[in-house]
């Protein structure tokens, strides 16, 4: 009787066949021999004789059959191909895993492949078109996105809408205008990273994630405060032409620098301002907590517009002139529209007035004009920061709608 | 010197046939043979095409090869194997009965009642019915007629043929080896639920089948197919869909046992008719 074919090494299968895995003993085993080696395949599962050798040939490994005769469990002597090796000839890392060494410009073949993941080669070339670092990254979103989603809240649970109050109709009235104008202004905070969230490549997930959880926020947003002015009526108040146009310009700005600029910097950083006057003047509980609940979001909104282009504007020194052409382009598109909704500005009043005493409304009127005082400094503080001349900051700030956002 | 031509013949047992061979197409058109293929509804057809010169190359069953071989022979010319998949090479089929069945050997199927693919199938059907009957064994045949024409490489047969055995519609069941391992990787056959009790002789399966003497544009064709590398990126897709690692040379040791079957069951004539009764492809 001759002898079984020589094997480099061996494995043995015990009672497993490949109807229950077997295969996967078999592949560590090949795994660590190079084409042509051999590996001795023992077993007792009556179907391995059938099941080892198709396996192999759908693998481009070759079987050697052991002789007539043989009474051992060696099933067959298994000579590994080349084809494990040659479907990732060529392969390369999607990059480094971690975001602390992250490519610059990740190429387009690397698409959808999950950072760090070694890719088969003759991929799909995804075209990402905001694939530069510099243009979204800021080393803040992994910080920002773990925080965001840590504080994510439930709008059934967060807001104590069963609380009994009620107010006087006028100032419903107010809180309900108020809520309507905040859930339009909502609505396009997160249609605006929508659209860009389609468009950065993959590479730099934490900001695709952090602008995810922000949609998110918006998302919410929206809910509480369509809530809130539903909760005694039926009806919501009114939205401006002017208001509306203003909005969507933000919404047709292309460039995700310009688009964070117009909505994260100036808009939304004015909207934490106009939520903290809210949830100040607010006349009852509900309408308090969703303010406060919605301005905890919106500052971290901010907090990421500003640090990716104050990282941004360090490296380019062009990019402040582009901010400018921006706040400009956008008075100019706005310039003939009536600004904030009236309707909007008189209910802040009534909100601040608490009461129709003259000398109630005349107080709620200079709290809102020190509302505006209080946006635009922040505007202003937030264009020097990102290396604006304070006396420009100051001129900017002005040009800024008066939509607030 | 104008540029080699190669049309060949494919069946379209799947839709993915398309696909794969459009991807040859634009690869070996790249590399300097205007290949172009036409798509079959079954292999009947292809053959005589091939035979009459319509066709350069014929993408053939191992059945379809016996009947180009037999209608060539009697045209007075011949055919070659030109290159076949490493997958198509000593392939087996087996016969299985239910893990609790009281068959214990192929004896012990006389009189029972057998599933098998469809008519054309070679190994779904003729070549284990041939199995069978050169060990003397006589059985009744339930036949799963799926795909009609495309000579078993419709899966549907087989996979109809399995779930018969699980039924408990019939005593035994005949598939090809890979076949067996798919349908219980899938749950078609319990794990342990089925006993392989036969397992019939190495054959092999399809070849790219060419008329002789060979044009210089078919030469070309095989040395490109030859050529194709599974760490070809462009390739390997269409490989994987293909269900090979690697094209080898054409050898036609390995169609014995189908030929044999092919005789017996009277399935073609030795001129290459098609004279199986009830094989309307």
Request: glycine letters at 8%; hydrophobic letters at 45%.
């Amino acid at each position: 009787m001759s002898a079984a074919p020589a094997a480099d090494v061996e494995v043995h299968l015990g009672d497993l066949g490949f109807g229950r895995g077997a295969h996967l003993l078999v592949q560590r085993a090949l795994a660590g021999l190079p084409p042509g080696g051999r590996l001795a395949v023992s077993g007792r599962d009556p179907a391995l004789p059938v099941h080892l050798p198709a396996w192999c040939r759908g693998r481009g490994h070759r079987v050697e059959w052991p002789a007539l005769g043989d009474r051992s469990e060696l099933v067959a002597v298994v000579v590994r191909g080349t084809a494990d090796d040659d479907r990732w000839f060529g392969a390369e890392r999607a990059g480094p895993a971690l975001p602390s060494a992250l490519s610059s410009r990740p190429p387009a073949r690397w698409g959808l492949g999950a950072r760090g993941a070694l890719l088969e080669a003759g991929g799909p070339e995804a075209r990402f078109d905001l694939d530069d670092r510099d243009l979204v990254w800021a080393d803040v979103a992994p910080h920002l996105y773990a925080q965001a989603a840590a504080r994510q809240w439930d709008p059934q649970t967060a807001v104590p809408w069963a609380d009994p109050f009620a107010l006087p109709a006028d100032v419903e009235a107010a809180v309900v205008q108020v809520m309507t104008y905040l859930v339009e202004n909502e609505q396009a905070a997160l249609v605006v990273p929508a659209r860009f969230v389609g468009r950065i490549h993959p590479h730099f997930r934490e900001v695709v994630q952090l602008l995810a959880v922000q949609m998110a926020d918006e998302a919410r947003h929206m809910e509480v405060f369509s809530r809130r002015a539903l909760l005694r009526g039926t009806e919501l108040g009114t939205s401006s032409a002017g208001g509306r146009h203003s909005l969507f310009t933000l919404v047709a700005e292309s460039d995700f620098a310009l688009a964070s600029f117009l909505l994260s910097v100036l808009g939304e950083g004015s909207f934490v301002d106009l939520l903290s006057f809210l949830h100040q003047n607010a006349p009852d509980p509900v309408t308090r907590r969703v303010c406060w609940l919605a301005m905890q979001d919106e500052r971290r909104h901010v907090v990421f517009g500003m640090a990716h282009l104050e990282h941004q504007a360090q490296l380019d020194p062009l990019l402040r002139d582009r901010l400018r052409a921006a706040i400009h382009r956008r008075h100019d598109a706005l310039v003939d529209t009536a600004g904030l909704n009236a309707d909007v500005f008189d209910a802040l009043v009534v909100l601040a007035a608490g009461g129709w005493h003259p000398d109630d409304v005349s107080a709620g009127f200079d709290r809102v004009q020190a509302l505006q005082h209080a946006m635009d400094q922040g505007r202003q503080r937030r264009l020097v920061r990102l290396g604006f001349r304070p006396d420009e900051a100051a001129a900017l700030s002005a040009l800024h709608t008066r939509n607030f956002m | 010197m104008s540029t080699p031509t190669v049309l060949m013949g494919a069946v379209a047992y799947d839709p993915k046939v398309v696909t794969i061979w459009e991807g040859f197409r634009a690869w070996l058109r790249g590399r300097g043979l205007d290949f172009d293929f036409v798509l079959y509804s079954h292999y009947e057809r292809q053959v005589e095409d091939l035979v009459a010169g319509r066709i350069d190359a014929a993408w053939n069953s191992p059945l379809a090869w016996l009947r180009a071989e037999r209608l060539a022979a009697a045209n007075g010319t011949a055919v070659r194997a030109l290159t076949m998949r490493d997958t198509d090479q000593d392939l087996t089929s087996i016969v299985v009965v239910r893990a609790d069945s009281p068959v214990r050997q192929v004896a012990d199927l006389a009189g029972m009642l057998v599933a098998v693919g469809a008519v054309d199938s070679p190994q779904a059907t003729l070549i284990p019915l041939g199995h069978l009957a050169a060990a003397g064994v006589e059985v009744d045949v339930r036949r799963f007629d799926v795909g009609v024409g495309l000579h078993g490489d419709h899966i549907g047969g087989e996979r109809d043929a399995a779930r018969a055995l699980v039924a408990g519609e019939v005593d035994a069941a005949c598939m090809i080896d890979a076949n067996h391992l798919a349908f219980v990787q899938e749950g078609t056959l319990p794990p342990e639920g089925t006993r392989i009790i036969a397992q019939t002789a190495r054959y092999d399966h399809c070849n790219m089948t060419v008329r002789q003497p060979e044009s210089a544009g078919v030469r070309l064709f095989g040395t490109l197919l030859l050529g194709m590398s599974y760490a070809d990126p462009q390739v390997r897709p269409l490989l994987d869909l293909e269900g090979l690692t690697a094209w080898k040379d054409g050898r036609t040791t390995g169609y014995d046992l189908l030929a044999r079957a092919v005789d017996a069951t009277g399935f073609f004539s030795p001129d290459g008719r098609v004279t199986a009764t009830d094989y309307r492809p």
